[in-house]
């Protein structure tokens, strides 16, 4: 196990030891992909850790299951609570969290008809995504010979286990090249995504992102950026991009929750601008870590501060991070 192990995992409504949180050989969800999940992240604030944007995370995720008439046997609200419980009990400060919901062990038939729902919700340190290295001197990509699914085989806008083979296809392939991360095109000749973030570039003043039309997850990242520019007075376009758009542009960025914001330095070795990071990435950047933080009062909505410990587990503490 490369990752480091948290000690509590939430699996079906309790709380389990991390080695008992296990599936079966023959649940759909591992042959055929047929899950869904979602990336969150808790930050530590002055007032204790806190999950960045946690509803919107719920919601879709619920919406992800919906597309493939999954019924998750909780509420939102039970959700969101247990994912709480999973900082909590791991008396992290700030971690990754990873909720999932698979079809169990029932049928390999490939509808799964009256196959059980798994929900599991664990979590975890992990650091820079794409390393510290892409985070200080900007990530160099490449353009994916593999092309981004259309949303009219799959919806892009779903997070689905099964769909993000085409990321790991893309991604691999960048590594092999010697890059951080792929950029993949879609079937129409347009940018869509890197293989795990939402990309955004900037053209003479003005931030310009894709949408759902170019088969894009539509990331909870992305979405806080564009809020938080338009709020800081800055022009901007949603509309589809085409490699000369990004090869032109004058500062380009990656988002996500694993990323954050990233800048991209370079595009299959060709610098963006003079391959540094501009200003309106820095400006974006900077608002991002402070709004994360608790430091932006505008944006503390999108935090919610996680609770005292659940009481099952000892009363341990949750460590406040100062
Ligand atoms: N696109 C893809 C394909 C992703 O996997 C992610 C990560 N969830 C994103 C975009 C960014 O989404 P978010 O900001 O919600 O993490």
Not at 61 to 79: D, F, I, N
Request: net charge neutral.
């Amino acid at each position: 196990m490369s990752f480091d192990q948290s000690k509590y995992v939430w699996k079906n409504g309790e709380m389990v030891p991390w080695q008992q949180a296990t599936f079966h050989v023959s649940c759909h969800g591992v042959h055929y992909g047929t899950g869904v999940f979602e990336g969150i992240r808790c930050y530590c604030t002055d007032s204790g850790p806190a999950i960045f944007r946690l509803y919107e995370h719920i919601d879709r995720w619920l919406a992800s299951a919906k597309v493939y008439g999954m019924h998750l046997p909780y509420t939102r609200e039970q959700l969101a609570d247990a994912v709480m419980q999973v900082v909590a009990a791991n008396n992290f400060s700030s971690c990754y969290i990873r909720p999932l919901a698979i079809y169990g062990s029932d049928t390999l038939g490939l509808h799964p008809r009256n196959t059980p729902v798994e929900v599991v919700i664990f979590a975890w340190k992990w650091g820079q995504y794409l390393g510290a290295d892409a985070a200080a001197k900007g990530a160099h990509v490449t353009i994916s010979p593999w092309r981004k699914f259309s949303s009219t085989a799959m919806p892009a806008t779903a997070k689905a286990c099964g769909q993000y083979l085409n990321s790991v296809l893309a991604v691999r392939d960048a590594v092999a090249r010697g890059f951080d991360e792929a950029i993949l095109v879609g079937e129409d000749g347009y940018l869509a995504e890197g293989s795990g973030e939402n990309l955004f570039l900037v053209k003479d003043g003005v931030l310009f992102t894709n949408d759902e039309k170019s088969s894009v997850l539509m990331g909870i990242t992305r979405d806080s950026v564009l809020k938080m520019a338009i709020d800081t007075g800055m022009q901007v376009c949603i509309r589809k991009l085409s490699l000369e758009d990004l090869l032109a542009a004058d500062e380009v960025f990656m988002t996500g929750t694993a990323v954050e914001v990233t800048f991209v330095a370079a595009v299959d070795g060709r610098p963006i601008a003079d391959g540094r990071r501009g200003p309106i990435t820095s400006v974006l950047q900077r608002l991002f870590a402070d709004v994360v933080s608790g430091r932006e009062p505008r944006y503390r909505h999108w935090l919610t501060p996680v609770a005292t410990p659940v009481p099952e587990l000892n009363g341990e503490r949750v460590s406040q991070c100062r």
